[in-house]
């Protein structure tokens, strides 16, 4: 994450509605300043989510999501994006798909936030 606290204080709360519970959360920041940390520390009450953040900035995807991969501890990895919410019934979806068809990849359907501008 960068510079979206407020997106991402909603892609959170997507993942902590996931009908499927058993689930760890890491959130890593691309070097982020305080309001994303400010953003997080209500979210951290709930064990399931870490935060982490960078101490420079990579501007772009790769190095944040090695990061989150190389402090994963599951058989399983799912992306969330600041700016992307999950339908309640993703996770449990993916995992089913996943384990049923034996695939290593699964795709689903996602919601992307934006800010509307008044025109």
Known sequence: ???RPDSLACAV???????F??????????SCGQETAD??????????IRYVNL???????????SAAMALAQSEFIAFLNHDDLWLPDH????????????????????ASTHRARAY
Do not use: K
């Open 1 to 3: 994450t960068y510079g």
């Open 13 to 19: 709360r997507s993942a902590q509605l996931q009908n």
């Open 39 to 48: 953003a997080m520390a209500p979210l951290l009450r709930d064990p399931r």
């Open 21 to 30: 519970g058993d689930w760890r959360l890491l959130v890593i920041g691309d």
């Open 91 to 110: 996770l449990e979806t993916a995992l089913r798909v996943l384990r049923d068809s034996r695939a290593h990849l699964f795709l689903g359907r996602s």
């Open 55 to 65: 101490p420079f900035r990579c501007g772009e995807q790769a190095l944040p999501n």
